[in-house]
């Protein structure tokens, strides 16, 4: 057994009586195999070949509280803290809120649901009609991850997450907000949603990450999505956890026949910050976008490793990252696409780019094209540079100041990103969100586009 | 206005211009031209703020002040324009938005208040007219995917709606055909003005054959060779430059 994990391992094996489905001999037995996976691997280190630019020494050196303050039942929620999560509600979207893991229905708006939709508390769902999760959770195999260590975590520690289920053919017309609050300092909270999307519907779905009273907790969270035959989701994460914060999280999709995924991950926030998302085309004609724009500025670290698998033939996927490195920031880019013997005809594309404001700032882009069929189209490609000083003379030739003209290049480098979400309410959240966090912003454009 | 005295520049340890002296008063044109390599866009350049280039001795008054107190951004709050030969494409940045940037920082800076986005409007529709431009183009980024003819006739507009104090324009002429030639020549005569001077870069005569400047000056390696009015221009027309290139070399070898 690993020593270092041993304290974590007594922690958690604690934890289970305090965590939903007690009772469930299936759920039982998958945490308890979970907990035995986490003594096998212990966190990840810098010698796994997908943490080698990550240590997340930090967060197995940190103390976390495993449960949150007595007395601090998200049903008490503070005027204050609803105020201000009240705030971070996307307008005409549908909203569920977590606090500190969570759910906390009355700050939750969830009465615009058409019929055929089923929008519930993971932890109520496993109390209430454990049937409908039964099939779905621990259908992936948590240990084949690459967060490894985290899943395994994730799955010995859930408390709740979101259960979404759409009917079939059913769409809904407003977009759904998972929001995740994190009030409550050196807390460590493992989220788990589940989105069964059944054929031919469609949901568009904002996964949002953010802080309000804490800066240092550790936040994992592992978001498992089901997409049917010809269904449509579109996946929004948004990560702006608190300045100390630790982030770690799995986006797992399974594409059927005909269906669609949009997955567009915006990082602007957390000290380090870990997601990775794993697409799997397991029918045929289905198809992918993977969009993603991360900002690291200070001494931030933001991981983004994704992975495509190409099972079939007909499979189109797209990916686009573009990153922002200023301070001593630092990124990672791990973009895999698996085309397998069978997928003939798999149309991949893949490009990563990233502009470095800072001699401090790094980043390490690594786009991998694994190809074992032969009659397939793929590209991919990565880009690191820096702002063009031909730009920055024109623009100050015309009289903007030096610090306005490269506030103003760098956002029309990001935002490219944020002009590509279809959701206008969400767009404009966005670039609200960007415009505050690039470097030196603020005062340095008089007025913005 | 812009008084030039034995200005030297070099870039990457080359000089370039080797002691320039020019005064340009308000109200007049001057057109400077020359051959390839001989320093004219350099000048350009070097007037509006570029970085890259070392000024080595000689000094530049405008408007009484020195010019080299002044960052680019200042000097076109100040007053002064530089139409470039190569329009910088900014993708992601609205043309329209970069317009409206530049008038508002001059106009803080004259402590004037930012025109309503109603005259602001108004005001580039109008100029957008005169240069001919299609008004799709305001909505589109910064010269991306623009035409040679419509980067030219966008740096024509931006100057138009910035009304400078002095104007450079960099081989505006260079790359149109007679249409935009004739298009860009028109927005460029229409900003003469008795309080405006306009510096014409340009490497042929025919721009001269819209815009009768007030004064030509050949440039030849580093120097202006040779000053005189229009006619000048008509002599290089016929006889190139080869004849005022040799003269500077005997000039340069004298001294």
Redesign the interface.
């Known amino acids: 057994m690993n020593a270092v994990a041993d304290r974590p391992l007594g922690d958690y094996a604690r934890l289970q009586a305090a965590l939903p489905g007690q009772g469930l001999p299936w759920l039982e037995r998958w945490r308890a195999e979970a907990l035995a996976a986490f003594a096998a691997s212990g966190y990840p280190t810098l010698r796994d070949e997908d943490w080698k630019y990550t240590s997340v020494a930090a967060i197995e050196n940190a103390v976390f509280d495993l449960l949150p303050p007595a007395g601090a039942a998200p049903a008490e929620v503070s005027a204050k803290l609803g105020a201000a999560i009240e705030a971070l509600a996307l307008p005409g979207a549908c909203l569920m809120v977590f606090v500190d893991g969570r759910y906390a229905p009355a700050l939750s708006r969830l009465d615009a649901l058409p019929a055929g939709v089923t929008v519930a508390s993971l932890a109520e769902t496993l109390a209430r009609a454990p049937e409908r999760l039964q099939a779905w959770l621990g259908r992936r195999q948590f240990h084949a991850s690459p967060l490894a260590g985290f899943a395994a975590l994730n799955a010995a520690g859930f408390a709740d997450g979101a259960y979404v289920h759409v009917d079939q053919g059913v769409t809904l017309a407003a977009p759904l907000q998972l929001l995740f609050v994190a009030s409550a300092e050196k807390l460590a909270t493992h989220s788990r949603n589940l989105i069964v999307a059944e054929a031919g519907s469609r949901l568009d779905l904002i996964e949002q990450h953010a802080a309000r009273g804490a800066a240092g907790y550790l936040s994992n969270v592992v978001s498992d999505l089901a997409v049917g035959p010809g269904a449509a989701i579109a996946h929004y994460k948004l990560q702006e956890e608190g300045a100390r914060a630790f982030h770690v999280a799995a986006v797992n999709a399974e594409l059927q026949q005909g269906s669609r995924f949009a997955s567009a991950s915006f990082a602007f926030g957390a000290a380090l910050a870990r997601t990775d998302i794993a697409v799997a085309l397991a029918a045929e004609n289905a198809e992918c976008t993977l969009d993603g724009l991360y900002l690291a500025d200070g001494r931030q670290h933001i991981d983004h490793h994704t992975r495509i698998d190409h099972l079939v033939p007909r499979g189109t996927s797209r990916e686009f990252y573009k990153g922002v490195l200023a301070g001593a920031g630092r990124a990672v880019f791990n973009g895999k696409v698996v085309i397998h013997e069978d997928a003939q005809h798999s149309d991949a594309a893949q490009s990563n780019r990233n502009l470095l404001l800072s001699p401090l700032a790094e980043v390490d882009t690594k786009p991998q094209l694994e190809i074992w069929a032969d009659d397939v189209k793929c590209s991919h490609g990565a880009t690191v540079g820096q702002l063009d000083p031909e730009q920055i003379f024109y623009l100050r030739s015309r009289g903007l100041a030096a610090a306005a003209a490269q506030t103003l290049l760098t956002w029309a480098f990001a935002a490219e990103m944020v002009e590509r979400v279809p959701l206008a309410a969400l767009r404009e959240r966005l670039d609200r969100l960007l415009r505050a966090r690039l470097p030196q912003s603020g005062e340095t454009l008089e007025v913005w586009p | 206005m812009l008084e030039i005295t034995n200005l030297h520049v070099s870039v990457d340890g080359k000089e370039i211009l080797r002691g320039i002296d020019l005064v340009v008063q308000a109200g007049e044109v001057h057109a400077v031209m020359g051959p390839n390599g001989s320093g004219k866009s350099t000048l350009a350049q070097v007037l509006?703020?570029?970085?890259?280039y070392t000024v080595s001795a000689g000094s530049v008054r405008y408007d009484g002040r020195d010019l080299f107190a002044l960052?680019?951004?200042e000097?076109?709050?100040e007053g002064i324009?530089?139409a470039?030969q190569y329009?910088?494409?900014?993708?992601?940045?609205?043309n329209i938005?970069?317009l409206?940037?530049?008038l508002?920082?001059?106009r803080?800076?004259r402590g004037l208040p930012?025109l309503d986005a109603v005259d602001f409007l108004a005001l580039v529709r109008d100029q957008l007219k005169r240069v001919g431009m299609d008004e799709a183009l305001l909505y589109r980024?910064v010269n991306q995917g623009f035409s040679g003819g419509e980067k030219k006739r966008n740096e024509i507009l931006?100057m138009a709606v910035?009304q400078p104090k002095l104007a450079i324009l960099d081989e505006t002429d260079s790359g149109l055909d007679i249409d935009a030639l004739k298009a860009v020549a028109d927005g460029i005569e229409a900003m003469r003005r008795p309080d405006r001077a306009i510096i014409l870069v340009t490497h042929y005569q025919r721009l001269l054959d819209y815009i009768v400047p007030n004064q030509v000056h050949v440039l030849a390696q580093g120097r202006i060779a040779r000053s005189g009015g229009p006619e000048l221009a008509r002599e290089l027309e016929r006889r190139g430059y080869a004849w005022v290139e040799a003269a500077a070399a005997g000039t340069g070898a004298a001294a």
Do not use: C, M
């Open positions: 509006a703020g570029r970085d890259s960052s680019p951004e000097r076109a709050r324009f530089l470039f329009p910088v494409e900014i993708p992601g940045v609205a938005y970069l409206k940037a530049a508002n920082a001059q803080q800076h930012e980024p931006q910035l």
